[in-house]
């Protein structure tokens, strides 16, 4: 089980550029893919983006993509990079983890697919 806790959530206007970080724990952080989902008011849970166990291969949702980047290090932490923000994209921010040791998805991530989930961190983007 890793354990994850975010960071970096804030108000800004619409065009600023925001990075979030994730703090993961637990002796085996490189074994796991990493993702960001978010949920805005009154709307479904969903994908942002991923990034693989060895930070070689990412994925995004179309409506963040060429905006958002996601990365990860070897400490532990994870951020995603948010330029170009727009009050769409106003919503809590989770970062997760993939079930130990599975397979890379790419296109394939689903809430199902999460094995843990930090406690979120609020972005608002005022227009």
């Known amino acids: 089980q890793v354990q994850l806790v975010e960071s970096g959530g804030d108000l800004v206007q619409a065009g600023d550029s925001l990075r979030l970080s994730c703090a993961a724990s637990?002796?085996?952080?490189?074994?796991?893919?990493m993702g960001w989902f978010r949920q805005a008011p009154g709307k479904e849970r969903e994908f942002v983006a991923a990034?693989?166990?060895?930070?070689?291969?990412t994925y995004y949702a179309d409506s963040v993509k060429g905006r958002f980047t996601i990365s990860r290090d070897g400490a532990k932490m994870v951020y995603l990079q948010m330029n170009s923000l727009k009050p769409g994209d106003t919503a809590v921010y989770y970062c997760?983890?993939?079930?130990?040791?599975?397979?890379?998805?790419?296109?394939?991530?689903?809430?199902?697919?999460?094995?843990?989930w930090g406690q979120g961190t609020q972005v608002t983007v005022s227009s």
């Open positions: 637990g002796r085996t952080f490189s074994r796991y893919h």
């Open positions: 990034i693989s166990s060895t930070g070689g291969s």
């Open positions: 997760t983890t993939s079930y130990y040791g599975a397979d890379w998805l790419g296109s394939g991530w689903r809430q199902a697919n999460v094995g843990s």
